[in-house]
């Protein structure tokens, strides 16, 4: 949060926040000069992803579409796949789909835990108690390994 404040506290609403950048002193190049009514280009905003990522320690290729599948990844776990692709801006479910891997073995253990084929509290039609289901064996009469 206070780096937020920070950045709306010193950047204008038409500014950006990572500007363009070019050198005042062409051949020499010793002084750059930030542009920030312009974009950075995507190869400058490359560029400082693996920077940033190198002085943090990390020796993984980081690179920004990397960062976009994490944080869609990320989104898509906790807050939900539509949500994700809404946030995301994808017109299709398909494509965040992309960007979701694998669940862990703890996702997997949650979505069946409290899963059980024993007996069912239901009861019939007529209200009387429904004939307990065999544990161990689904109604569909597959057995469980």
């Not at 949060?1 to 950048?21: H, K, T, Y």
């Not at 796949?81 to 801006?89: E, I």
């Not at 069912?120 to 007529?126: F, H, S, W």
């Amino acid at each position: 949060m206070p780096v937020v404040a920070e950045i709306r506290a010193s950047v204008g609403a038409d500014e950006f926040v990572l500007p363009a950048q070019r050198f005042r002193d062409p051949p020499f190049n010793r002084r750059r000069q930030e542009l920030s009514l312009r974009p950075s280009s995507s190869q400058a905003l490359r560029t400082l992803v693996m920077e940033v990522a190198s002085r943090a320690g990390i020796k993984a290729h980081i690179h920004p579409h990397l960062m976009r599948h994490a944080y869609g990844d990320h989104i898509a776990r906790h807050a939900g796949m539509r949500n994700a692709q809404f946030l995301l801006g994808h017109a299709g479910i398909a494509t965040t789909e992309t960007y979701v891997g694998r669940p862990t073995l703890d996702e997997l253990a949650g979505s069946v835990e409290g899963f059980t084929y024993g007996v069912e509290k239901r009861t019939d039609v007529l209200g009387g108690p429904r004939i307990p289901v065999m544990a161990g064996k689904a109604s569909t009469r597959i057995e469980l390994v």
